[in-house]
């Protein structure tokens, strides 16, 4: 979910943000959301169609597209030009789109999908509300298990 990212960077200590959604309305609100909730913190929202304008310096992309129901957007995104050389791509969906993470790869970026993401986000949990020590890598492969096959995610 988007909002849990947006949480999770500002609590990172993120301040700005360009927010892109396929339904532009949906978009504007959610920045409104944002804006609400974290004062401190810059949002720009960016319409599909502008996404190709932006300069390349975003340090971290996160892609929370819907397998399925956002496709038509990713023909923006393959350019990557918004990613700083050596940036960060999070393919959020627990199924990765494997074409964008290739295109990342090309220019550069980092790639964590999100069944990796995942697995070190309930490692945190279970550290910290059960006391509980989990291998993050026994996780990461027993999620990767089960994530759809999309096509293999490339690693720089």
């Known amino acids: 979910d988007a909002r849990a990212i947006v ?3 500002v609590k990172a200590g993120f301040s ?3 927010i892109s959604d396929p339904d532009d309305r949906r978009g504007q609100e959610f920045i409104k959301d944002m804006e609400r909730f974290y004062f401190t913190s ?12 932006l300069p390349s310096v975003h340090s971290v992309a996160v892609n929370t597209l819907a397998p399925g129901r956002d496709e038509g957007v990713t023909g923006e995104l393959f350019y990557f030009n918004f990613l700083k050389p050596g940036g960060l791509w999070l393919d959020f969906p627990f199924c990765a789109n494997a074409g964008l993470a290739a295109e990342a790869v090309a220019v550069g970026a980092r790639v964590e999908p999100g069944y990796r993401v995942a697995a070190w986000t309930d490692r945190e949990w ?3 509300v059960l006391g509980v020590d989990l ?5 990461v492969k027993r999620y990767e298990a089960v994530a759809p096959a999309v096509g293999s995610i490339p690693q720089a």
């Open 16 to 18: 700005r943000f360009s």
């Open 135 to 139: 291998d993050s890598e026994a996780l």
């Open 126 to 128: 279970a550290r910290d």
């Open 7 to 9: 949480a999770s960077f």
């Open 42 to 53: 810059r949002f720009q929202f960016v319409s599909r169609n502008m996404i190709t304008q």
